[in-house]
């Protein structure tokens, strides 16, 4: 018998779908006890409400106010994915009402807002509160953790990672949310796309020490619903330089995170290379991932290998075939349902982002913000911050 863990959906628009997808298909995952059931929903637009009701016909709570879901006490965990501006309150009465919470990405709007949800998550140890963040359990992006945890590398030359799209290169593209700084947030392009992009080298700990930050608004104007040009204030890209100290060593990190990189629908990637052995993973090549390894006066000879179906948690899929986003997805909920019912003793170790995690990546892009308004090199405070 599986354990069930009882959730509510506030923000039932892209992200809200994804997940009751995941629910929907959670026998793709082999041998995981616990499993997770939408019993509640809660948005404030009757179009999406009304999906969730059509593909979930046994909802107990639909409701256009998410303190019905807190107090449910037929719910145990909440996943929230609403727009940034409203991060700070809601994961805040979430946390409060003792409710688990996978909260998407930045986790609050700017770093006061993040400030005010990281002090209520550290008054409720008792409550699992972890970012949404899925890109490292493609089965590449899983190889090459295991090489960094395995020290493959030697000694570090440089880091690369970044997380592009191109639909913005259209200036017809109607402005929505994600594209005003009043719901999105002054961050722009890395308030959406950076916690993907830091995730995985904040795992590694590798913490930015500084950086150097040159930020880009391309297309200033976009029509709004009525077809009118309004401005368009965000930053459509952001490539951060940082220097890097961990564990004894220093080394350049570029962080890039663009909407407009022309060709690239939703490419995540990570580039580590170093003195003995190095390696790549990119979505754009889901199947594959490159390495290099190198001994003294040896051949440079990259390989390319097509890597199995083979993530974080066993699945009915052969390991021949093809991963992808939503496997990505649901790979990450697995991880989240695991944490809540196992804690320290999860079935494998990658767990989802951390609060901290998130943390850190605020001072990097208000650092950031710093040094694209100055011209100059920011330091950060990288100070340990508790899980
Ligand atoms: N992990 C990922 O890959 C990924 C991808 C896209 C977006 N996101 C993140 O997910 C979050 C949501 O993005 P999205 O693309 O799903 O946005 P979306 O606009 O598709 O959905 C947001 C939903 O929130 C609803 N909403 C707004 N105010 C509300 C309120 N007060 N109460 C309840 N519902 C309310 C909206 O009506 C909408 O249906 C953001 O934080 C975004 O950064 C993550």
Redesign the pocket.
């Known amino acids: 018998m599986s354990e069930i863990i009882r959730f509510g959906v506030?923000?039932?628009?892209?992200?809200?779908?994804?997940f009751a997808s995941v629910v929907s298909r959670w026998c793709h995952l082999e041998d995981v006890h616990f499993k997770p059931e939408i019993v509640g929903v809660?948005?404030?637009?009757a179009?999406?409400l009304g999906w969730f009701d059509h593909h979930l016909p046994k909802l107990k709570v639909k409701t256009?106010?998410?303190k019905e879901l807190l107090e449910s006490e037929e719910i145990d965990a909440i996943y929230?994915?609403?727009?940034?501006f409203?991060?700070k309150d809601?994961y805040i009465d979430i946390i409060k009402a003792g409710k688990h919470l996978l909260?998407?990405?930045?986790f609050g709007m700017n770093s006061e807002d993040n400030a005010e949800i990281m002090k209520v998550i550290r008054m409720h140890p008792e409550v699992i509160v972890r970012c949404?963040?899925?890109?490292p359990f493609f089965p590449g992006a899983y190889q090459i953790i295991k090489w960094v945890n395995e020290n493959r590398f030697g000694k570090i030359i440089d880091v690369e990672a970044g997380f592009y799209h191109s639909s913005d290169l259209n200036p017809n593209k109607a402005i929505?949310?994600?594209r005003k700084i009043e719901t999105?947030g002054e961050y722009g392009c890395m308030?959406?796309l950076g916690?993907?992009v830091v995730h995985l080298p904040f795992r590694f700990g590798w913490k930015p020490n500084s950086v150097r930050a040159l930020l880009s608004n391309i297309v200033t104007e976009r029509p709004d619903k009525r077809g009118d040009l309004v401005p368009c204030e965000t930053w459509d890209n952001a490539i951060l330089a940082c220097d890097v100290k961990a564990e004894g060593q220093k080394f350049p990190m570029i962080l890039s995170m663009k909407r407009i990189a022309p060709g690239h629908a939703?490419t995540w990637f990570i580039k580590v290379r170093g003195t003995v052995f190095s390696a790549e993973f990119s979505t754009k090549n889901p199947k594959q991932v490159s390495y290099l390894s190198y001994s003294q006066g040896g051949d440079q000879a990259w390989q390319i290998v097509d890597v199995p179906y083979k993530s974080a948690y066993q699945t009915i899929t052969g390991g021949i075939f093809e991963f992808g986003?939503s496997d990505s997805?649901l790979q990450?909920w697995a991880a989240f349902c695991d944490e809540i019912i196992h804690k320290d003793d999860m079935k494998q170790p990658l767990y989802c982002a951390t609060p901290s995690e998130a943390e850190l990546s605020h001072k990097l892009f208000t650092a950031a913000l710093e040094s694209n308004k100055t011209s100059n090199n920011i330091l950060l405070d990288t100070k340990e911050v508790v899980h």
């Not at 909260?103 to 930045?106: F, I, L, S």
Request: net charge negative; hydrophobic share 30%.
């Open positions: 506030i923000g039932c628009g892209l992200m809200g779908r994804e809660c948005d404030t637009n179009e999406a256009t106010n998410y929230c994915a609403v727009p940034h409203l991060h809601i909260g998407e990405k930045p949404s963040s899925e890109f929505n949310w994600k999105n308030g959406d916690l993907h939703n986003f997805i990450m």
